[in-house]
């Protein structure tokens, strides 16, 4: 009887302790649930539904807390019946969600507005009134050749026999002319930078030697316009000789990136390629031009609308060289050329035109302030006009540059603006002394003089074996389609050397860039180099 007690006694005992280790179990899958659901984000909109009311997941533990092993719960607790909700809580609403911070706007580099508007308007009337132009004049000028009672038909014979294939193959030249600059300038920057402003002097004195040996007034006039501008670039070569390492050494650092885009002289090829085209059909205009009224006016037209249209060709070029640089320097990104192209040709083509209109004037007005400071104090009449240009000037790097490109295509400025703010940029780095001297804008406009006086040597050789009268008119316009063209290759090695000045002037701890300019303000700080800039107004007129 005794035995079976214990037995009874032994099994209650252990039915009791296999109900406790049961009660266990249960108790630690419980809490391993709860210790999951502790991890949830307390913003997630997730609750734990308890005993038929809702209790908002306690926030996240800590990272050393959330793979603790939890201790064992106590003897006390572990038949604790949770006390029921309350009314109030049950219904608790959540707490707020946590807001981000809101953070400083910075400057977008992908800006889908349309830079100047206006500007970009007048020249797609005038792109639209040029082609409508040159279509009519196509028109008269076949219309004269097949009508044989026409006076003027022999004068478009003439000149579609000695004029047209003169202009196609100074247009040829030019092209591979402008091309073999730019691989030059990239393979041998140091001698090239020698090599352009005396191969300048030396070809437009020759031109212009040859024109005055054929002993017509016509070309004597334009013989002289060559040596005299043939003396000025010698004068300026022997001006600039102490910048000249320093401009290679920029030329050397700013050209490195371009053979990380084997691509980047793709949009110089589309835009020589077009300007061959319209300087086809425009040379094509010029002769129907002479079978209808006021032909002089018409040429004149003719002339600066063409002038116009190339210009916003390399500026095309520029915009899309110097997106591709600039994003490069600014955030090392590989951007992709025939994006930034496009980009050139739609919103920001605007700020294209308007710049082509403006910085060629302020180039010439630059030329001509430097002058006038030459002579600044011989005489009263030219110390006026030298103190007034100079007043100018001030003024008008200030409001428009060419160093705008590069913002312009980074971040979508207008052409105003960006000026402002990259010229403010130079002076805060105390760079605009660096600037103002940069050789790089005077190299890629003597590379277009350069190859405007070659392609005037053959063409004027030509034409005065076959018919001499057209000579002097020939020379002039296979200069300026030389001049042109040209300009439209250099404009890469421009914008390199543009986007490494602005960009540095953005972010000089940039580790893309060396100590070159800062160097070189160093020296120009102490007094060990010199530069010669741009003439500002002296400080006893601004007091």
């Not at 502790?38 to 009311?53: A, E, K, S």
């Not at 406009?445 to 005037?456: A, D, E, P, R």
Request: proline share 6%; with cysteine.
């Amino acid at each position: 009887m005794e035995k079976e007690k214990v037995d009874l006694e032994k099994g209650q005992v252990g039915a009791f302790v296999e109900d406790k280790s049961l009660e266990r179990n249960e108790d630690q899958r419980d809490h391993f649930h709860i210790s999951m659901l502790q991890t949830l984000n307390p913003t997630n909109p997730l609750r734990i539904v308890v005993n038929g009311g809702t209790r908002v997941a306690p926030p996240p533990p800590s990272q050393s807390s959330r793979f603790q092993v939890p201790a064992p719960p106590s003897q006390s607790s572990r038949f604790q019946v949770p006390p029921p909700p309350s009314q109030s809580s049950r219904f608790q609403a959540p707490p707020p969600r946590s807001t981000p911070t809101p953070q400083q706007s910075v400057t977008t580099l992908n800006s889908r507005r349309f830079t100047n508007k206006i500007t970009l308007l007048l020249y797609l009337v005038h792109k639209v009134a040029a082609i409508a132009l040159v279509g009519f004049l196509i028109f008269k000028g076949v219309q004269g050749l097949i009508d044989a009672s026409n006076p003027a038909r022999r004068k478009e014979e003439r000149v579609l026999k000695y004029f047209l294939p003169q202009v196609e193959a100074a247009s040829l030249l030019s092209i591979t002319l402008a091309f073999a600059w730019q691989k030059a300038l990239r393979e041998w920057p140091r001698i090239m930078v020698y090599f352009i402003i005396w191969c300048t002097f030396f070809m437009s004195l020759s031109a212009g030697i040859l024109l005055i040996c054929f002993q017509k007034p016509a070309t004597d006039g334009v013989g002289v316009c060559f040596i005299a501008f043939a003396i000025g670039n010698g004068l300026y070569a022997c001006w600039v000789s102490q910048r000249v390492g320093f401009c290679f050494k920029v030329l050397l650092k700013a050209l490195e990136p371009v053979d990380k885009f084997p691509d980047l002289n793709g949009p110089a090829y589309w835009m020589l390629g077009s300007g061959f085209l319209w300087m086809s059909l425009w040379i094509l205009a010029v002769i129907g031009a002479l079978n209808f009224y006021y032909t002089p006016l018409v040429i004149i037209a003719l002339v600066l609308s063409l002038a116009w249209t190339t210009e916003v060709m390399r500026n095309v070029v520029n915009l899309t060289v110097s997106r591709v640089i600039a994003l490069y320097y600014l955030r090392g990104m590989q951007s992709n050329t025939q994006f930034c192209f496009q980009r050139a040709l739609s919103r920001n083509l605007g700020s294209a035109c308007l710049g082509s209109l403006f910085v060629p004037a302020i180039e010439a007005l630059r030329i001509v302030a430097r002058g006038l400071n030459l002579l600044e104090g011989e005489d009263e009449f030219m110390f006026s006009c030298a103190h007034c240009c100079l007043n100018v000037m001030q003024s008008i790097f200030r409001y428009g540059n060419g160093w705008a490109y590069v913002q312009i295509a980074a971040y979508g400025k207008s052409f105003v603006r960006a000026s402002q703010d990259t010229w403010a940029l130079f002076e805060r780095e105390e760079m605009v002394s660096i600037v103002d001297s940069d050789m790089t804008s005077a190299l890629c406009f003597l590379t277009g003089v350069c190859s405007g006086s070659i392609c005037v040597i053959v063409v004027a050789a030509w034409t005065a074996t076959v018919h001499r009268p057209f000579t002097a008119t020939i020379s002039l316009l296979a200069f300026f389609i030389g001049y042109l063209m040209t300009r439209i290759a250099m404009a890469l090695p421009h914008a390199c050397v543009s986007c490494y000045y602005v960009c540095y002037a953005e972010n000089p701890e940039n580790r893309l860039f060396d100590k070159t300019i800062k160097e070189r303000l160093e020296m120009i700080k102490t007094g060990r180099d010199v530069v010669m800039a741009t003439p500002r107004v002296p400080r006893r007129f601004t007091r």
